[in-house]
């Protein structure tokens, strides 16, 4: 296809994006890890036991955990100092802002046609009245708000409850410790919902055949024009205006 | 038999001296205001005062071989070493997030206020390592501590257990709701045996062992599955396009 490239990402946003998706792998795997507890595990003995024996001993794990959980937040935390104005907050106001009816019908829509087929979708619908297309989408469709949604507000709560675990043995003194005690179950909780979040977002973008495009752009910043057209008709008539 | 090291304390030679608590503190520099091993007082019980005599009964972490406190334990920070049978605490891995300390019904366990991490009696393994005895044994001046691997006949605690095994005079100190198999054994009357509390497992672990990570499970699974079926869909149906992406050449059918 030899449409006209236009930019969607710039390096920055890139390189974020890269950064993170490591280091969120990195720390969802070794905090898996961590829970050593047979009650509280997962996967199984296996699991903790091999990676104990990759990172020397639990005490390293641990280490490796909280280090590359520091610099993922001191990252995060430059970016958002460096590029409130600029990318940060027209991003976070772009992906919570969902507009009730062409929102909510996308997503509703795009369920059923993955799940049922494009085809058989079409077929179903068209004596409904509806041609098989989905509602235009803007910059983000509404299936990335609503990934991007649950990827921001599950970080933030990882990196909350975090940095009260990792505080617990530096800075907090007193003998009962409940709200470090909860800190590690909703910790927990959020890398677990998050994590589903993230299958959905990894077979989406980069398995997916028609988001191909989309991926390609996480490398080299760029889609082409038609793809724009067709997946974020709303950002492609205002770039074209 | 493994190695199991643990000690068996003859109450009845108990002076309540505080000689073992003294040396502990001095030898494990155990903070102030906080113990690792205590003798708790006959006249806890009712009973005493129909036994009109004082008993005294000396202890510390019991190094069970159930222990609730490993149970509790997130990271597996504390855990039972199979090399010597002793409850161990990896101070490095600890997040000091005190749900052990409920958790064992002694309450052999405190925070330690300056490491931030779970503290208690470990038979010394400095000194062990030195070739000594714990230092509550060294310094009891009736010898009422004895300590060994209680596995080895030939071992001073080893001994007494095989000596007292067939006379059926050891006992130990349980709490009956959450017996733990602790590895303190006693000699003579112990006096008060009913002051364990029943091991108290944090709400917090209670809540992610049985709501959090079966819910957690379960949406990771059935999204998994969903993203497995799409993936078999795409593979298998290869002609199935979107609309929005009509064949080249043709229009929208």
């Known amino acids: ?241 | 038999m493994s190695k199991q090291l643990g000690m068996v304390i003859d109450a009845s030679l108990c002076l309540d001296c505080k000689g073992c608590l003294s040396a502990c503190k001095q030898a494990n520099q155990v903070p102030e205001g906080k113990w690792r091993n205590w003798i708790k007082d006959g006249d806890l019980e009712p009973a005493a005062a129909a036994r009109r005599r004082v008993v005294f009964q000396p202890g510390g972490c019991m190094h069970c071989d159930q222990p609730t406190c490993v149970s509790a334990c997130p990271t597996g920070a504390t855990y039972k070493d199979r090399r010597d049978g002793t409850v161990v605490i990896n101070r490095d891995l600890c997040i000091g997030c005190g749900q052990c300390l409920p958790a064992c019904p002694y309450g052999a366990r405190y925070r330690h206020p300056h490491l931030r991490v779970a503290d208690k009696c470990d038979f010394c393994v400095q000194r062990r390592a030195d070739g000594l005895e714990p230092a509550c044994v060294s310094t009891c001046p009736t010898k009422a501590r004895v300590f060994g691997d209680l596995n080895d006949p030939h071992s001073p605690a080893g001994r007494l257990m095989k000596k007292h095994a067939a006379d059926q005079t050891l006992t130990q100190v349980v709490n009956r709701r959450s017996p733990t198999d602790p590895n303190l054994y006693y000699l003579g009357d112990p006096g008060p045996k009913h002051w364990p509390a029943q091991a108290k497992m944090p709400e917090a672990l209670e809540f992610f062992k049985n709501l959090v990570k079966p819910a957690v499970n379960l949406v990771v699974g059935v999204t998994g599955l969903g993203v497995v079926a799409m993936l078999a869909k795409q593979l298998l149906m290869p002609g199935d396009a979107p609309p929005e992406h009509p064949p080249q050449g043709g229009d929208h059918e």
Not at chain 1, 77 to 96: E, H, K
Not at chain 1, 109 to 114: I, R, S, V
Not at chain 1, 171 to 176: A, G, L, Q, S, W
């Open chain 1, 1 to 241: 296809m030899s449409s006209p490239m236009i930019q969607r990402h710039t390096n920055t946003g890139i390189f974020m994006h890269w950064f993170n998706a490591g280091c969120w792998l990195f720390l969802l795997a070794t905090g898996l890890g961590l829970l050593q507890n047979p009650d509280l595990q997962p996967l199984g003995a296996w699991y903790p036991g091999l990676l104990r024996a990759v990172f020397g001993g639990g005490d390293g794990l641990l280490g490796a955990h909280i280090a590359v959980a520091l610099l993922w937040l001191a990252v995060w935390a430059g970016y958002y100092l460096r590029f409130a104005g600029r990318y940060a907050v027209p991003f976070l106001v772009s992906i919570f802002t969902l507009d009730p009816r062409r929102d909510l019908q996308w997503i509703v829509k795009k369920n059923f046609q993955m799940t049922l087929g494009y085809k058989m979708m079409a077929r179903l619908v068209r004596p409904l009245g509806w041609d098989g297309r989905l509602p235009e989408q803007e910059y983000y469709n509404a299936g990335q708000k609503l990934a991007a949604q649950v990827m921001v507000l599950g970080s933030l709560v990882l990196a909350v409850s975090g940095l009260i675990l990792a505080a617990s043995s530096w800075i907090i003194d007193t003998p009962n410790v409940p709200w470090v005690q909860w800190s590690i179950t909703i910790h927990y909780l959020a890398a677990g919902l998050t994590f589903a979040i993230v299958l959905v977002h990894i077979y989406m973008a980069a398995i997916a055949k028609e988001e191909r495009p989309a991926l390609w752009s996480m490398f080299n910043g760029q889609v082409p024009a038609a793809y724009a057209e067709h997946h974020h008709k709303l950002w492609y008539d205002k770039l074209s205006k």
